[in-house]
């Protein structure tokens, strides 16, 4: 079945560190996939999407890449800052418009 | 209003009782999701509704859940006889579409639900 795998948090980085976290995925058919981010005490937010392979999603800095032939959604991003201490959410809808969440990462920027 | 509400925000319920939580979806929003975040857990799609409708149900955990919507707006998640295995947050989004350049979710505050 569809599944999403991403890496065990939490994430520790000093401020202008670069980050990854790792996402790989398991579907059939052409799926989309979508990072989330959910800040301390707020609702989930969509923060990028990419709909077929090689699109790169971005948004506020970060950067994920729809790799077909690794079966990953890695999110990226150059330097990071406080605030973007949260918890991420790997995603992707299949062609049924099911999603399927990975476990979340969270993340610690310290100062 | 302007976001997604549900309601209630917290609910306490004895192993047994049904309980009903309720979503109200952004203006507009045909499209309309449940998901459960079990503690430490990622979010677990349970269905969702292309207006008052539920293509597929087989993410409902049992058949003791049960989901509808009317009027394309609200919808209510229902659990009778719940189990101590039900708690979890339950969240709630709604997207302007199901698919295509509008299916972006947004989230409710979701409803956390303990049952003792």
């Known amino acids: 079945g569809n599944s999403v795998t991403q890496m065990e948090g939490p994430v520790t980085l000093s401020e202008e560190a670069f980050l990854t976290i790792n996402c790989t995925y398991t579907?059939?058919?052409?799926?989309?996939l979508f990072w989330y981010v959910q800040y301390p005490g707020e609702g989930l937010q969509l923060l990028l999407k990419?709909?077929?392979?090689?699109d790169k999603g971005s948004n506020k800095g970060f950067e994920a890449t729809y790799r077909k032939e690794t079966t990953s959604f890695h999110l990226e991003k150059g330097s990071v800052q406080v605030s973007d201490s949260a918890v991420y959410f790997c995603?992707?809808?299949?062609?049924?418009?099911?999603?399927?969440f990975g476990s979340g990462t969270k993340l610690n920027v310290k100062p | 209003g302007a976001g997604v509400s549900q309601s209630p925000s917290n609910k306490v319920t004895e192993k047994g009782k049904d309980v009903e939580l309720r979503c109200d979806p952004i203006?507009?929003?045909?499209?309309l999701y449940w998901y459960r975040q079990s503690l430490g857990q990622g979010l677990e799609f349970l269905i969702y509704?292309?207006?008052?409708?539920?293509?597929?149900k087989s993410g409902l955990p049992s058949d003791r859940f049960s989901a509808e919507r009317t009027g394309g707006s609200v919808s209510t998640l229902t659990i009778q006889r719940t189990q101590q295995e039900d708690s979890a947050v339950y969240l709630c989004?709604?997207?302007?579409?199901?698919?295509?350049?509008?299916?972006?979710?947004?989230f409710g505050p979701g409803t956390r639900l303990t049952v003792l």
């Open positions: 989004a709604s997207s302007l579409a199901v698919g295509g350049a509008y299916n972006e979710q947004f």
């Open positions: 579907a059939t058919g052409y799926p989309s």
């Open positions: 990419a709909t077929k392979a090689d």
């Open positions: 995603a992707l809808r299949d062609n049924f418009n099911k999603f399927y």
């Open positions: 203006s507009g929003h045909t499209a």
């Open positions: 509704f292309q207006g008052n409708s539920a293509p597929d």
